[in-house]
């Protein structure tokens, strides 16, 4: 089922600092083991990860896709014209990188983490297995709340790529986070038919940057012109 933009984004409140730290404490009281802990990455963790780690590499997490799931109205949106974000649901397979922390920095890149990417509780955080050249790894993976209220559920392709062709945001165009994407994986050596095929699509629209001005439309509209 496909979820309409929240009726007023302005309700939407970030997680307490209580609560954030509260769902960090969860987390790692699940993880089978903590020594090292390794973090997967799939969107914009990949090209600007926000902690220290000893090493990178391209792996695959079966069982989930990423996909532009959910309502962001900060980063790459506005509450009057909002953009989407990348998240995990289940489905198919994704090739993204694993992350190991530092274990001198871990305290502090897990504080990182979870300031960017527990800022709401738009996603959970769970321990999942990858698959590494050496093996099978347990994984901190950010999977999408289906039931919070920013979850923009299932898009056909031409209606995400109307939506991130008009949204821009605090850091610039959905569009470029798209871009950047499609990039990061690159260089590792991984490619996404979905993501690929989103930016060709996207890159045929009017955009929100100065390249070619995109006229602002509500989200319900964006939708429904798809």
Known sequence: MQHRPPQSFAALRPLSEEQRKLSLDRALSAAASTNPIRVF???SLVWSPCFAFDEAAAVTLDGYRRAFNFWTIKTRGTPETPGLGLGLEPGGACEGILYRLSESGRDAALEAIWAREMFSDVY???????????GIHQALCFVINTAHEQYAGPLDGDAAARIIAR??????????????????????????PYLDGLLALVDRLPRADGGRTAQALSPAAALRSS
């Open 124 to 134: 959970e955080p769970r321990w999942l297995p990858v698959r590494t050249s050496g």
């Open 167 to 192: 949204a821009s945001g605090a850091n610039g165009t959905c569009r470029d986070y798209l871009a950047e994407a499609v990039a990061a994986l690159a260089r590792y050596g991984v490619s996404d």
């Open 41 to 43: 990455a799939y969107g």
